[in-house]
């Protein structure tokens, strides 16, 4: 009896000892899952050093199928996700399975997405839900300008700021710093998780560019202008007037692709965007910007390196090319963009560097990033393309070289191509026959995953779900 007895009191006390474990455990649990949701309500980033980040991010990937990891490194711009390809402001389920089905590392949205506040929260919400790993969802807000959805979009209530250009004349460091906690909290506020600013460029003296290489370049993309039609005396009017029509309706058809794509290719006013002509307050003005966006989850991207805005106005329609020296860049751009060193990615532009490799564009030779942009500078984020259906692109090379190139040059990410699922496709079979080495692969995926755990986009306990 006495055994039974004490028998009753242990199974009792090992019932008590385990209720209050576990619910220690369920209150640990719930107010674990409060402070993410805290987190993730108020855009504060769980802090992570390089280092965890790293291994974390080494752990996933090799958890990852090839598929999977080619994924991250393509972002596309919205309007490529939508039927239509253009004015993209509803999510759709066409683009969740696109997502989904290519593991997208990030989506970029651009002004024509943007009407209301409530309506790019929800757009974003959506997009942030689709069942995949964890997605970077971009935007470029420089503070000012045209390219600021605070300035372009009052009625959002966020702060508005004049053009980089001008705001460099007189704010102080502080205010900088400021201004990209201010860019990050609307960014979150948006939903948005990704910036694509600021510049840390230097304005350079406009270079004038050939006016018949962008005739022809234009020509290579839209064909010619139709000619006048050449009437026979002998043909009636009724049918005159049918061939004058056709000739009318095709010129203006013509006409109408050709603003498109001077629109999308062309910019005019690139010096407005960028801080000035010296490089040390250049470096200083986007440093204090980066640290105004530290413990938010909201990585950067800066751009467009080496240093375009001699040739921006063109550069992505005409192959263009730069004349500045190793020790040129070493006084000027590389000290500038030095500021933006612990940013998360930079955005190679589509230009040729005819004094370091006159062979290849800067997104395809591997002479200037491995050499100076990872061994020089030390600069360890992602590398970033611009549009890969850039004409200055297009009219030299093939989709299936573009990609390839540039991955084997060292390329992480790959911006817009025109066709994502081929895009994917030919990076695949290039590591299956042995052209591409999948350790590129890799380590592109690591960068990739990697800033998005330094910011808390990826959670430190984030495991891959079963393929």
Known sequence: MDHFKRSLVLCLIFFLTAGILFGCKKKTDTADKEKTKKNAATGQAVTVSEAEAT????????????????????????NGLNENKTNTREYTKRMGELIERYHLGGVIL???????????QELTRELSQVKDIPLYIGMTEEGGGTYSVA????????????????????????????MGSNWADECTDLGVNLNLAPKAELAHTETPVNEEAVKEAIRSCIGKEPSPPKISEKTGKKKQKKIWKRYQKARKRYFQRR????????????????????????????????????????STVTGVFPGISSVADYHQLVPLSLDTSLSQLRKEDLVSFAGMKKSAGMVLGNVTMSKLDPEHPLPMSKTII???????????????????????????YTSKEIVTQMINAGVDVLYDPAN???????????????????????????????????????????EMEES
Do not use: W
């Open 110 to 120: 651009e002004e024509d997405n943007f009407y209301s506040r409530e309506q790019v």
């Open 259 to 298: 603003t498109e794509l001077l629109d999308k290719y062309v910019v005019d006013d690139y010096e407005d965007r960028l801080y000035g002509t010296d490089a040390d307050s250049v470096k200083k003005i986007t440093k204090a910007i980066l640290k105004g966006t530290k413990g938010k989850k909201v």
């Open 370 to 396: 491995q050499k100076l942009i990872r061994d020089e500078m030390g600069f360890n984020g992602f590398l970033m393309t611009e549009s890969l259906q850039a004409p200055s692109l297009t009219n030299q």
């Open 151 to 178: 300035y372009q979009h009052r009625d959002f209530g966020y702060t508005a700021y004049a053009e980089p250009s001008k705001v460099s004349s007189y704010m102080e460091e502080d205010a900088f710093k400021r």
């Open 420 to 462: 994502i699922g081929a895009a994917i496709t030919t990076v695949e079979q290039a590591v299956i026959f042995e052209k591409i080495d999948e350790r590129l692969i890799n380590q592109a995926a690591i960068r990739v995953i990697r800033s998005k755990i330094l910011r808390g986009i990826i959670e430190k306990d984030y």
């Open 55 to 78: 291994e974390i991010a080494e752990k996933i990937v090799r958890n990852m199928t090839l598929n999977e990891k080619v994924g991250q490194m393509f972002f596309v711009n919205l």
